[in-house]
């Protein structure tokens, strides 16, 4: 059974910096794809970013130039530096895996940008 763990969300001011990590319980691997998504209060969930086991990544234009995936094979560990963030940025973030066969899903964490 593949478990996702994020962890690194919290409250942060306009104009700050988090980094989200996203631990797999195996070998990252036997994922096509890992991105992150995100739910803001009655929206539905949205699309962050993927990374592709090649190591290219596409971004929504709500984050381009602010947001960076990357991934650390040997710690099958996936993160999100997330700068300049605005308020519009307050959501839960989701990890997800995708494999030929599946969809994963970690808890979430929540981000909240405010003053």
């Known amino acids: 059974q593949v478990q996702l763990v994020e962890s690194g969300g919290g409250l942060v001011q306009p104009g700050g910096s988090l980094r989200l990590s996203c631990a797999a319980s195996?070998?990252?691997?036997?994922?096509?794809?890992m991105g992150w998504y995100r739910q803001a209060p009655g929206k539905q969930r949205e699309l962050v970013t993927v990374?592709?086991?090649?190591?290219?990544?596409n971004y929504a234009d709500s984050v381009k130039g602010r947001f960076t995936i990357s991934r650390d094979n040997a710690k099958n560990t996936v993160y999100l530096q997330m700068n300049s963030l605005k308020p519009e940025d307050t959501a839960v973030y989701y990890c997800n895996a995708k494999t030929t066969l599946a969809n994963y899903w970690g808890q979430g964490t929540q981000v909240t940008v405010s003053s």
């Open positions: 990374i592709g086991n090649s190591g290219s990544a």
């Open positions: 195996g070998s990252i691997f036997s994922f096509y794809a």
